[in-house]
Nanobody, 121 residues
Framework: QVQLVESGGGSVQAGGSLRLSCAASGGTFSTFAMAWFRQAPGKEREIVARLASSGGTIFYADFVKGRFTISRDNAKNTLYLQMNSLKPEDTAVYYC??????????????WGQGTQVTVSS
């Protein structure tokens, strides 16, 4: 059973930065496609960024392009999301997800518990 544990969330002012981490255990991390999703209060969960198992194919939602960077360290079984130029509308619970053959927005096999990101204006 794969377990995903996010960390790095917190409260920052607009324009600030945070780096989220997602530590994976219990599986072969390097074989999974990984993604970050977020869910704001009263809104549906949305994909933020996705990274192929090889690290070679990356997707970013339009609302984070140029500000967020997804990366992975297969040696450390860890997924990252560097978030710069944060905006109040980035406030949400951020989740990491792992899948063997997921689609872009669905088909993920494992989810973390989420980490809260709050951006104040």
């Amino acid at each position: 059973q794969v377990q995903l544990v996010e960390s790095g969330g917190g409260s920052v002012q607009a324009g600030g930065s945070l780096r989220l981490s997602c530590a994976a255990s219990g599986g072969t991390f390097s074989t999974f496609a990984m993604a970050w999703f977020r869910q704001a209060p009263g809104k549906e969960r949305e994909i933020v960024a996705r990274l192929a198992s090889s690290g070679g194919t990356i997707f970013y939602a339009d609302f984070v392009k140029g500000r967020f960077t997804i990366s992975r360290d297969n040696a450390k079984n860890t997924l990252y999301l560097q978030m710069n130029s944060l905006k109040p509308e980035d406030t949400a619970v951020y989740y990491c997800a792992a899948g063997r053959l997921p689609g872009l927005r669905s088909g993920y096999d494992y989810w973390g518990q989420g980490t809260q990101v709050t951006v104040s204006s």
